[in-house]
């Protein structure tokens, strides 16, 4: 199964345990699970008025500054043009 999934032989053991206590509902991954993203649809909003209405073009590391600056939301430049693709 580990292979199949391409998960560890211990994540297996915990899957499996978490099935036989909570059964099906076990399988599924609670919310509130991982990291919690730093930025709101909101600042995307905002970072795409800016290059709808200024007359100047941006680039990623430019976008992530302004980001920074004027919502104090810390992106890397490579993880916002993820986020905005």
Known sequence: MAAHFNWTAQTVREVLHRWQK????????KPGHGRKRKWTEADMTFLEECLEQEPR????????QKLEQE??????????RQVLI
Do not use: C, F, H, K
């Open 22 to 29: 909570l059964g099906l509902e076990g399988l599924w991954e």
């Open 57 to 64: 073009t941006y680039n990623s590391v430019q976008l992530a």
């Open 71 to 80: 919502r104090s939301i810390n992106l890397s430049p490579d993880w916002l």
